[in-house]
């Protein structure tokens, strides 16, 4: 157990509707990423919030769009869904505002899947 | 850009010694980074090598060359729980900081 905690565990939606997943990150962490894991794209990294605010961007699409909260957890919103959506979404946090691979820990993941 | 390029799978026998190698054309090159992801699970980091050379963990080790663009996992003396997915990853500047990933070599591990 990582100490990160995302919600839901899996989310099946129809194509154009809008979906948010939720990250809470570990006790005392104050970066959160977000990650897109798809079976052609393997792991790509989308978004990052320091302390609130958005600290750099990825491969993230116009559709989507994330935010992170006073109590640091963090929600990736997607919007007008696609079948190529479909995927595994992982947040990971880190106490420190660069990313360093040996301080960044993943959570369980959520499985959404639009039919 | 950058690329990543590693075995799709690879099998072994328990007690075994597999490596998995990983090459990368990437810009803003900081480091390279190893992590294990179980079926269904989340990825769980491993290793991760900024200078060039070997760092060994347990029964894993971890090798790079800046020089020629590659790296490698080594597992030793392998178990049944090493069957999983292994992904190297480049930790990149490109005005910001972020890592970069393959697309995994599955490693099977029979008996």
């Known amino acids: 157990d990582s100490g990160v905690t995302q919600t839901p565990k899996h989310l099946i939606t129809a194509t154009g509707q809008r979906v948010t997943l939720r990250c809470s990150p570990r006790s005392g962490d104050l970066s959160v990423y977000w990650y897109q894991q798809s079976l052609d794209q393997g792991l790509q990294f989308l978004i990052q919030?320091?302390?609130?605010?958005?600290?750099a961007k990825g491969n993230i699409l116009e559709r989507f769009s994330a935010q992170q909260f006073p109590d640091l957890h963090s929600e990736l919103n997607l919007s007008s869904l696609e079948l190529g959506d479909s995927a595994l979404y992982f947040c990971?946090?880190?106490?420190?505002?660069?990313?360093?691979?040996?301080?960044?820990?993943f959570g369980p993941g959520t499985r959404l899947t639009v039919l | 850009g950058q690329s990543l390029e590693q075995p799709s799978e690879v099998t072994a026998v328990e007690g075994a010694i597999v490596q998995i190698n990983c090459t990368y054309q990437t810009s803003g090159f900081y480091g390279l980074s190893w992590y294990q992801q179980h079926d269904g699970g989340a990825p769980t980091f491993l290793s991760y090598?900024?200078?060039?050379g070997l760092e060994e963990t347990g029964r894993f080790s971890s090798f790079l060359s800046r020089s020629d663009s590659y790296g490698y996992l080594l597992l030793q003396e392998l178990q049944m729980k090493d069957s999983a997915s292994y992904f190297c990853?480049?930790?990149?500047?490109?005005?910001?900081?972020?890592?970069?990933f393959g697309t995994g070599t599955r490693l099977l591990v029979s008996p």
């Open positions: 990971a946090s880190s106490a420190l505002a660069i990313m360093a691979p040996d301080t960044q820990y």
């Open positions: 990853a480049v930790r990149v500047n490109t005005g910001f900081q972020k890592l970069v």
């Open positions: 919030y320091y302390n609130g605010e958005e600290r």
């Open positions: 090598n900024a200078l060039d």
